[in-house]
């Protein structure tokens, strides 16, 4: 499965300056799910979270796009430093949940649309859809994050057998969001 990150459209991209603030070692507080509904917060998933520390950290932009805001999920404080090591410019390290931001959302938050191409087989690509991701950073340093996510429907390879993010974003039209995550962290330390 494929991803891509905003297009710009609508996007009013971070720099270094405002993704600072937002730096640190976090651990989870709490992590819902719901599968059913973007109206409400689901049940909590906290206790079958095998990474319930991550770390927020800046991102290049390769040379040629702006720096973006990526969240790196770890075992413990001891790990996320580890991660944060092994992180450079083209890839981050194994995770298992990793979040990428790349635009203001308001004070205090950041933002994303990430489109997912699904995966294609026998010339349909199903599976696909697209996240709106916010971040928030209260003034006690906690961050939430609401994830909402919107299926695209079954849609065709384009002519050389790939499925593509612009394709799935279209499929997603007139499609409700029918998963709500909800990430919840109290600061630790700083990078």
């Known amino acids: ?3 891509s990150e905003d ?3 609508a996007c009013d991209f971070l720099d270094s300056s405002s993704i600072g603030p937002f730096e640190g070692i976090y651990q989870f507080t709490n992590i819902t799910i719901n599968t059913g509904s973007c109206m409400v917060e689901g049940d909590s998933v906290l206790s079958m979270e095998t990474e319930p520390y991550f770390y927020l950290a800046e991102r290049s932009g390769f040379g040629i796009l702006p720096p973006s805001l990526m969240l ?3 075992a413990d404080v001891a790990n996320c430093r580890e991660k944060l090591a092994q992180q450079d410019e083209f890839i981050g390290p194994a995770a298992d949940r990793i979040f990428s931001f790349s ?4 004070p205090n938050q950041v933002s994303s649309t ?4 699904g995966f294609g087989m026998d010339g349909v690509c199903t599976g696909g859809h697209v996240d709106e991701q916010l971040l928030e950073r209260a003034a006690d340093g906690s ?5 909402r996510v919107t299926p695209a429907g079954d849609y065709p390879q384009d002519r050389e057998g790939f499925c593509s993010t612009d394709a799935s974003e ?10 709500y995550q ?6 630790i330390e700083s990078l």
């Not at 279209?170 to 998963?179: F, W």
């Not at 909800?182 to 600061?187: A, I, L, P």
């Open 72 to 74: 790196i999920t770890c």
């Open 1 to 3: 499965m494929c991803g």
């Open 170 to 179: 279209k499929a997603t039209r007139g499609n409700s969001c029918n998963e």
């Open 143 to 147: 961050i939430r994050i609401e994830v």
């Open 182 to 187: 909800v990430f919840s962290g109290d600061f």
């Open 103 to 106: 635009c203001h959302g308001g």
């Open 7 to 9: 297009s710009g459209a």
């Open 114 to 117: 990430i489109s997912n191409t």
